[in-house]
Nanobody, 122 residues
Framework: QAQLVESGGGLVQAGGSLRLSCAAS????????MGWFRQAPGKEREFVTA???????TYADSVKGRFTISRDNANDAIYLQMNGLKPEDTAVYYC????????????????WGQGTQVTVSS
């Protein structure tokens, strides 16, 4: 059965960095869009970034220039390098995969990880 497992979350001070990892197993996701979403307490889940099957990446405006998504198809993994973290980046971060080449719509994503907590202190 296909599954996604995130790791790398934690507590960091504002301005610091974290790198999240997402390991995929159970099927090949090379032709899937894969992305990161986040959900802060009391807020709806929001799109952060996605890497699509063409190799292009797309980012939410709030993280452009600070976050970088990368993909390793050989190892069925994606990563999220987060630099310049701000308190408003505090959330549970979810890795997800969509059986489409290009999409940022969470409803298109059919595989989800369990989430990893990122907390940024001021």
């Amino acid at each position: 059965q296909a599954q996604l497992v995130e790791s790398g979350g934690g507590l960091v001070q504002a301005g610091g960095s974290l790198r999240l990892s997402c390991a995929a197993s159970g099927r090949t996701f090379s032709r899937y869009a894969m992305g990161w979403f986040r959900q802060a307490p009391g807020k709806e889940r929001e799109f952060v970034t996605a890497t699509v099957c063409t190799g292009d990446n797309t980012y939410a405006d709030s993280v452009k220039g600070r976050f970088t998504i990368s993909r390793d198809n050989a190892n069925d993994a994606i990563y999220l390098q987060m630099n310049g973290l701000k308190p408003e980046d505090t959330a549970v971060y979810y890795c997800a995969a969509a059986p489409r080449c290009i999409t940022t719509d969470s409803s298109d994503y059919t595989y989800w990880g369990q989430g990893t907590q990122v907390t940024v202190s001021s």
